[in-house]
């Protein structure tokens, strides 16, 4: 009986070795499922990271696209300003110049001429016409350069 008794205890240890690595295995594949389940989610994420990186290139691409755009816009408004500034400086002195010739011819005294005023109607008034027509050019130029200012 000692011999039976030992070999049931022996069957009975192994039995429960047996039960004991049975359900290590299952906790085993239970945490490999879980893993797995796991890297998969990882995986996604990671994707839709890539996704998410990539709208995100695109975006700062067309952005210092557009800050290029912007920087070149800027220069060149500022050599079309440069340019109309000078434009007009170079009317008003025209301008200038007009009335300042106007303004001598008026004061400029012959001998025996006396302190009353004369007329001279053709020459002030091709004067004036000039200058009117100065002046118009000069608005019509401010009234493109405002135009563009507002594009």
């Known amino acids: ?13 192994r039995q429960n070795r047996i039960d004991e690595l049975e359900r290590d295995v299952k906790r085993l594949e239970e945490t490999a499922l879980d893993l797995e ?7 996604e994420k990671n994707l839709n990271l890539r996704f998410e990186k990539e709208g995100f290139d ?10 290029q755009d912007l920087e070149q816009f ?8 440069a340019q109309l500034m000078n434009q007009r ?8 110049e007009a009335s300042g010739k106007l303004s001598a011819d008026q004061l400029t005294k012959r001998p025996g001429d006396t302190v009353k005023l004369r007329r001279k ?9 000039l200058v009117v027509e100065s ?9 493109v350069e405002m135009d563009g200012l507002k594009r």
């Open 121 to 129: 109607t053709s020459k002030t008034a091709q004067e004036l016409e």
């Open 37 to 43: 389940e796991t890297l998969t989610e990882t995986q």
């Open 58 to 67: 695109l975006q700062y691409a067309r952005l210092q696209k557009r800050i």
């Open 1 to 13: 009986m000692d011999d039976i008794a030992r070999r049931e205890e022996v069957l009975h240890s």
């Open 74 to 81: 800027k220069l060149q408004s500022n050599a079309l300003s």
């Open 89 to 96: 400086e170079q009317q008003l002195a025209e301008i200038a």
């Open 135 to 143: 002046l118009k050019r000069v608005i019509e130029k401010q009234m």
